[in-house]
Nanobody, 126 residues
Framework: QVQLQESGPGLVKPSQTLSLTCSAS??????????WSWIRQSPGKGLEWMGA???????YYNPSLKGRTAISVDTSKNHCSLQLSSVTPEDTAVYYC??????????????????WGQGTQVTVSS
């Protein structure tokens, strides 16, 4: 069974770029996925879908993040990466990577994701 694991710095200073990596193990994620996504949960809030990159190279981002997000996949390494620029304390959250096997159907429902990482805490503070 495929397992996902997020990694990256737990503390980032305001205005810097947050960079996280998601590694897949236990099998080739390319066999099972259509898209990779990053999803976060800020303290006291629900899950927020940040964006996705699909197997055909298409990318989709949550417009609320105002162009600060970049998601990429390296299939040779079974890695998915997130970069979030110009972070503020409001970006403090637990960040999850997730993948889904069904094609985009107009919805990025979180219920459609097959595999999830355990999440990694990121705090934005000076």
């Amino acid at each position: 069974q495929v397992q996902l694991q997020e990694s990256g710095p737990g503390l980032v200073k305001p205005s810097q770029t947050l960079s996280l990596t998601c590694s897949a193990s236990g099998g080739s994620i390319t066999t099972y996925y259509y898209a990779w996504s990053w999803i976060r949960q800020s303290p006291g809030k629900g899950l927020e879908w940040m964006g996705a990159t699909a197997i055909d190279g298409s990318t989709y981002y949550n417009p609320s993040l105002k162009g600060r997000t970049a998601i990429s996949v390296d299939t040779s390494k079974n890695h998915c990466s997130l970069q979030l620029s110009s972070v503020t304390p409001e970006d403090t959250a637990v960040y999850y990577c997730a993948s889904r096997s069904n094609a985009y159907d107009g919805s990025w429902s979180l219920d459609d994701y097959n595999y999830w990482g355990q999440g990694t805490q990121v705090t934005v503070s000076s």
